[in-house]
């Protein structure tokens, strides 16, 4: 059973927006239901006005697509749709074909954890348009949410120094409470997971995913007793193993004694306090006091976690200012994605197969350039440098695979809102191409990779990502072009169009 429809349903396949069902009807009226098409899933503009994005999602989508059918509950439902005129929407003989139909198309992918750009095709659909058409609003719902929560995640992730060698600090992603919904907590778990957070408070996620799953205590606890030491010693009695004492319901610094009171008693009986958890007032200068406190009693050790509305941002300033929060407990602001709420990924077509089997590349006209989709069967190549002792990202190529340039050249790729930008990767230049074969003919190929590789795949990445790409503030722009060949394609398709028009 694939964990997502063990939330859900047996059939996830009206997870789709109507429009999609009436292309689809649409194209088999037509006889075009077989018609092979290719579709590219990307996004135009990098989160949280970044230089990067981290791919993520894939695993559901693929876990989505390969559990396509209509059940008979799904076309029943389906056949219950009238139109304008209080007819069916749908004719039988339709349905009937919905009911026969499983997921036959090929799909490549820029593996999960993968630092990726604007405009790159994450994901790549080739097949019967009919089928590329449906799986569109899913793909973009599983993979949209997933990558805005990844790169949030990555972003906070550095700020705390969780990608650093040697690395001391950890984040624990909270956000089940101020998540959108169900999903959007399960799913942002994941991501947050994906993106370098070392544990989630959510416990589904935790079953689900094999994310660990870690939990202190609420105010709440403490005040249900009559005094603060009291509340930390029945936890103790009750817990000794998970001690994280909440020190912050009355006075910070007070309660940071009576948890070096009950840390002694709870040492007495063989068990160690694992920390304390700031969750108000100026986590900066708390913390410094809370760290010269635990060390003088002999808690060297004792984690000192931190909550309260915290981003990237905070911690970065609260860094700064030389906090000594070693555990950063993060849940809106990460769960809900809160500066940006919306990846604004998008699916087009990229090209069409004639009735004679040729391919006929295929745009989408915007009156902004750079909205202007790119033809073709798209790849991306990603050119590297040697620098120190990981290879670091250059620049990407996006390319449509049936071109032949000649690869014993140099290869020139053109930047598409300004065509004066140019870069010439030479012709021995180490590179990857992004995508890799995920179905073909409907069936998996493949091994998907563990959520600790993808989590890996990530701090990877990010070490052979430019720092200037990385940073929050004005970040470089990381190269993105256009193969010349392509550009020059485009440019002529943009101009045929606009003379028909
Ligand atoms: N040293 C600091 N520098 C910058 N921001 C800080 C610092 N310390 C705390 N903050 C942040 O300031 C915001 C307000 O925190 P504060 O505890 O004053 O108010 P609060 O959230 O209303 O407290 P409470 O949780 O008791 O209601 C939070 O987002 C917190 O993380
Ligand atoms: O602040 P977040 O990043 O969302 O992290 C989760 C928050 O949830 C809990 O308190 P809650 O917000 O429920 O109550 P409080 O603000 O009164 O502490 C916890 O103490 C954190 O502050
Ligand atoms: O375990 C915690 O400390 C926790 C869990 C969820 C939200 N806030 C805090």
């Known amino acids: 059973m694939h964990r997502l429809n063990e939330l859900y349903r047996p059939s996830l396949s009206l997870l789709t927006d109507l429009y999609q069902l009436t292309m689809a009807y649409g194209y088999w009226k037509n006889g ?6 290719v579709f590219h899933l990307f996004f135009r503009k990098n989160p949280f006005d970044g230089g990067y994005a981290i791919a993520c999602g894939l695993q559901m989508a693929v876990e989505y697509l390969e559990q396509l059918r209509f059940d008979s509950q799904d076309l029943s439902y389906l056949a219950t749709l009238t ?3 209080n007819q069916p929407l749908f004719e039988d003989a339709f349905l009937d074909y919905l009911g026969e139909l499983h997921w036959t198309c090929d799909v490549d992918a820029i593996p999960e954890g993968t630092v990726v750009y604007p405009h790159e095709p994450l994901v790549r659909v080739q097949g019967p348009i009919l089928q590329c058409q449906l799986v569109e609003t899913p793909l973009l719902n599983l993979i949209n949410f997933q990558t805005l929560v990844a790169t949030k995640a990555a972003r906070v992730c ?14 624990i992603e909270f956000g089940l409470r101020r998540a959108q919904g169900i999903d959007g907590a399960l799913s942002a778990s994941r991501a947050a997971f994906i993106g370098g957070c070392a544990a989630t408070s959510n416990v589904m996620a935790g079953r689900l995913y094999g994310i660990p799953v870690v939990g202190t205590h609420a105010h709440s606890w403490v005040m249900t007793f009559a005094s603060e030491r009291e509340a930390f010693e029945l936890y103790a009695d009750a817990m000794p193993n998970n001690c994280v004492f909440l020190v912050d319901t009355y006075d910070t610094l007070e309660g940071v004694r009576k948890a070096v009171e009950v840390g002694h008693r709870l040492r007495a009986t063989g ?9 108000s007032g100026d986590l900066a200068w708390l913390s410094i006091e809370a760290r010269k406190i635990l060390d003088e009693a002999g808690f060297p050790d004792a984690s000192i976690v931190a909550s309260n509305d915290l981003d990237e941002r905070l911690i970065t300033s609260l860094k700064r200012q030389g906090a000594r929060i070693d555990t950063w407990g993060v849940g809106t602001k990460l769960a809900t994605a809160f500066d940006q709420p919306a990846l604004g ?9 004639d009735e004679n089997g040729t391919w006929q590349p295929r745009i989408k006209l915007s009156e902004q350039t750079i909205k202007v989709s790119n033809p073709g069967i798209l790849q991306v190549r990603r050119f590297e440098r040697e620098s120190g002792p990981v290879s670091e990202h250059r620049g990407d190529m996006i390319f449509d695979e049936q071109t032949k340039w000649d690869q014993s050249h140099d290869v020139t790729m053109v930047d598409p809102a300004d065509h004066h930008r140019q870069k010439t990767f030479a012709k021995d230049t180490p590179y990857t191409d992004l995508l890799q074969p995920v179905f073909r003919n409907g069936e998996i190929v ?18 052979r990502t430019p720092m200037a790409v990385q940073r929050f503030e004005n970040p470089h722009e990381y190269p993105v072009g256009l193969e010349q060949g392509l550009f020059h394609l485009k440019a002529d398709m943009i101009h045929a169009a606009r003379e028909r028009t």
């Open 345 to 353: 990924g998008v699916y087009k077509l990229g090209a069409i197969r």
């Open 32 to 37: 075009l239901a077989e018609r092979e098409a």
């Open 158 to 171: 550095s700020a705390a120094g969780v990608f650093l060698p040697h690395a001391a600090d950890r984040v």
């Open 446 to 463: 493949g091994e998907s990779p563990s959520l600790q590789a993808i989590r890996d795949r990530v701090r990877d990445q990010l070490s």
């Open 271 to 279: 068990h160690e306090m694992l920390g304390i958890r700031l969750d």
């Open 83 to 85: 139109g304008a005129d």
